[in-house]
């Protein structure tokens, strides 16, 4: 055995493991689930996994009960359907109620939130602000490109594709491919004539 498959042998039993470790710790999780070691997560009771979910190694997903420096509380929910794909180093932020759809390919290093800070008061520091939530929802068969970012406010349609590095600022369309900062619409399918339009 070469040195490359045995150090494929070897992350695939670690990462069984560890997801048989903390499968109790999450609200539920579903069959044939991978949670990679070194994710990180502080609430996990609040997360809602379906089938055959894989979340990558170092990712950041996380939902937040209170946030301290403005006394706000809050009632979290992540729910993330079956056979959807999370990367290396994602980062997932929520304080509402957030779903992500079944069959999504979210790649390394995306970063969604459905919260921000607000700043409203010009006489308190960023921090000590509170935060301002505004729902999001990525539906089913959505891929979200490498180093993409959606920002709080954000429906991106079912079989959508978000380019990399794009920055998502408002509602993509069913089955439209949109890409840039901030992320604009390319073009669309229109099911009902089988023909791609451009915007």
Same mark, same amino acid.
């Given at each position: 055995m070469s040195y490359f498959k045995f150090q494929q042998w070897f992350l695939e039993k670690k990462h069984k493991l560890h997801t048989r470790l903390v499968r109790r710790s999450f609200g539920a999780m579903g069959r044939d689930c991978i949670v990679q070691a070194t994710m990180r997560c502080t609430n996990p009771g609040d997360i809602f996994l379906g089938d055959r979910v894989f979340i990558g190694a170092d990712a950041w997903i996380d939902c937040f009960k209170e946030y301290p420096f403005s006394g706000q509380q809050?009632?979290?929910?992540?729910? !993330? /359907?079956?056979?959807?794909? %999370?990367?290396?180093?994602?980062? #997932?932020?929520?304080?509402? @109620?957030?779903? !992500? /759809?079944?069959?999504?390919? %979210?790649?390394?290093?995306?970063? #969604?939130?459905?919260?921000? @800070?607000?700043y409203e008061d010009v006489t308190k520091p960023m921090l000590a602000q509170p935060l301002v939530h505004r729902p999001v929802e990525i539906q089913d068969e959505v891929w979200l490109g490498e180093n993409v970012c959606v920002l709080p406010g954000v429906t991106i349609g079912r079989h959508s594709v978000i380019g990399s590095n794009s920055v998502v600022t408002k509602d993509v369309p069913p089955h439209s491919v949109a890409a840039g900062v901030p992320a604009r619409v390319l073009r669309t399918y229109d099911p009902r004539t089988a023909q791609w339009i451009r915007a």
């Open positions: 809050f009632t979290p929910r992540l729910e !993330i /359907g079956a056979d959807t794909m %999370i990367g290396y180093h994602s980062h #997932i932020m929520v304080v509402g @109620h957030m779903k !992500i /759809g079944r069959h999504v390919l %979210i790649a390394d290093r995306v970063y #969604i939130s459905d919260n921000l @800070h607000g």
